[in-house]
């Protein structure tokens, strides 16, 4: 097998970060999904960027569409590289320059985004989302790529039957070669050797330029077409007998985890999912661990003081403290319990106060003896006095918005009135 390394100066990246994100309402009124904050100081989209640019790639287009004006602003501000060294880290909101269409799918994205392909003329091109939540090097997919010659490689992880429905799965060889996609379908096809799991792709992508640039062409003319990579442009290209490979992402090792740790990916693409994604933050032995410092997940500096956690008068149960929890800079807890909660920057929790099992955006407060459990709450959102929520899930269904689960979520700037009613002011 050929082993030679892809030379990354000649590797471009190509983020999608259109999608509206609507199983993360009201959460993505008024961002983009990737935009939406996490871990308390970060965006989903800081995720995907710092495997990038830990991996040593730094030649980065980011394709933006929905509601992207937040997204596009952290960019501009955060992601600065060195222009010097043909760095750079830039943001395409969607244009129509083929059309008087928006971007009709993931490869029609591409295809509208093509002049930036073919001004750098690079011999491979990196198409990834930036909704995911992983850490993955991804210098060692690309080499995976240049050793099997590949025209594409799809990056893939087992996943257990019952949830594979929900993903594009993809049906192998003993080489590794990919000859059939199956894209959310009900029966799945298992792996060869191992009953029960499937291979589902990542949605993440390497391809050879103009093996990706004929593909497009030919997809875009097509009506019956949803100019979608994992629906239409590989599984195209797969029965046109190009050498299409799935790379295992399980064997993706990372500088500085924990090698008995089993390799961590989620799709949070609903409530739950995200809320789950926030609790794996803050066990003992985090499966996402935010303090590698050998692969930092990057981000902006903040000009806020640190955390700041005052009182100690046990007597009337007011001490300020934070269990199992990630507390940003600039909060303040003051006479409050916090407990298997992640805070944003700016958070203030008052005397006598309880948050549990909760994510606080940013600027959030909580009023004195308020009660919080099981909750989203979004950015610059004030919970009153005495509010209890996540105890009664009827009473939550009527005031807030409720999953199926009883997770509550509140929205951006939500006004929440001391007899427990809620006005949510419109973006825009």
Not at 310 to 322: K, L, Y
Not at 347 to 369: A, P, T
Request: glycine share 8%.
């Amino acid at each position: 097998m050929n082993t030679s390394r892809l030379d990354p100066s000649q590797v471009m990246v190509m983020i999608l970060a259109g999608g509206e994100g609507k199983r993360l309402h009201p959460l993505t009124f008024d961002r983009a999904k990737p935009a939406v904050p996490f871990g308390g100081r970060y965006r989903i989209i800081d995720i995907v960027l710092s495997n990038f640019v830990n991996s040593g790639l730094t030649r980065i287009k980011i394709l933006t569409q929905y509601k992207s004006a937040s997204l596009e602003e952290h960019i501009a501000r955060v992601w600065r590289l060195s222009p010097i060294l043909d760095q750079y880290i830039e943001a395409i909101p969607a244009q129509q320059r083929t059309g008087k269409s928006w971007f009709r799918g993931s490869a029609d994205a591409v295809y509208q985004c093509q002049h930036v392909i073919t001004d750098e003329q690079p011999e491979n091109v990196c198409i990834f989302g930036g909704d995911h939540v992983y850490k993955m090097n991804i210098r060692q997919m690309l080499d995976a790529h240049a050793a099997r010659r590949a025209d594409a490689t799809v990056a893939a992880i087992p996943v257990p039957k019952a949830e594979a429905r929900e993903f594009g799965v993809l049906e192998t060889d003993a080489d590794g070669r990919i000859v059939a996609f199956h894209e959310k379908v009900a029966d799945p096809p298992e792996m060869p050797g191992r009953p029960g799991f499937c291979l589902a792709s990542m949605g993440n992508y390497v391809f050879r330029t103009e093996a990706l640039m004929d593909a497009l062409y030919t997809d875009t003319g097509l009506e019956d077409s949803k100019h979608d990579f994992g629906h239409d442009i590989l599984p195209a290209m797969v029965k046109e007998g190009l050498a299409i490979f799935a790379y295992d992402y399980k064997t993706n090792t990372v500088p500085g985890e924990d090698p008995e740790q089993p390799a961590y990916w989620r799709d949070i693409g609903t409530l739950e999912a995200y809320w789950e994604a926030q609790m794996d933050l803050i066990s003992i032995h985090p499966a996402f661990n935010l303090y590698n410092q050998h692969w930092p997940i990057r981000t902006g500096a903040t000009h806020d003081p640190p955390a700041k956690f005052v009182f100690r008068d046990a007597a009337q149960a007011r001490v300020g403290i934070a269990t199992d929890s990630l507390v940003s800079h600039g909060c303040i807890i003051s006479g409050g319990r916090i407990h298997r909660s992640v805070l944003s920057v700016g958070c203030r929790i008052n005397s006598f106060s309880e948050v549990e099992e909760s994510v606080l955006f940013e600027k959030v407060q909580i009023g004195r003896h308020a009660k919080i459990r099981r909750c989203i709450i979004d950015k610059d959102v004030e919970i009153p006095a005495g509010m209890e929520i996540g105890y009664d899930t009827e009473a939550d269904r009527r005031r807030f918005f409720v999953t199926e689960t009883g997770l509550v979520v509140i929205p951006k700037r939500a006004k929440l009135l001391g007899d427990g009613s809620m006005r949510v002011v419109e973006p825009g």
